[in-house]
């Protein structure tokens, strides 16, 4: 089975920055679709960044369009997201996530799922 492991997430005040990553293993990464969800308390897991297997097309919600960016490095399988000027109501546990196929948007084309990492933003 494909392994994610989510690193980086912690403690940041409202407006400050944070960079979250995953690694992945155990199967080949370079072919895959990769995105970041969030699950914040009492509310369902979402939808916040893609991108495919080439790093050539990435989609964000738009929630957080201007402010977070999302990058892959094929060679060291790892997915990264850039977020900056957090806001408290983006406090959520984030998820890395894999497709079996080169796309990834929605929860449906999720395959592999990283065990979170949380993401605190004071006020």
């Known amino acids: 089975q494909v392994q994610l492991r989510e690193s980086g997430g912690g403690l940041v005040q409202a407006g400050g920055s944070l960079r ?9 990464f370079r072919t895959s679709g990769m995105g970041w969800f969030r699950q914040a308390p009492g509310k369902e897991r979402e939808f916040v960044a893609g991108i495919n297997w ?4 990435i989609i964000y ?3 957080v369009k201007g402010r977070f960016t999302i990058s892959r490095d094929n060679a060291k399988k790892t997915v990264d997201l850039q977020m900056n000027s ?3 109501e983006e406090t959520a546990v984030y998820y890395c996530a894999g497709s079996a196929g080169p796309f990834l948007t929605t929860n449906s084309e999720v395959d592999y799922w990283g065990q ?4 605190t933003v004071s006020s």
Not at 116 to 119: D, N
């Open 61 to 63: 919600a738009d929630s």
């Open 86 to 88: 957090l806001k408290p």
């Open 116 to 119: 979170g990492t949380q993401v």
């Open 54 to 57: 080439s790093g050539s097309s």
């Open 20 to 28: 979250v990553s995953c690694a992945a293993s155990g199967r080949t």
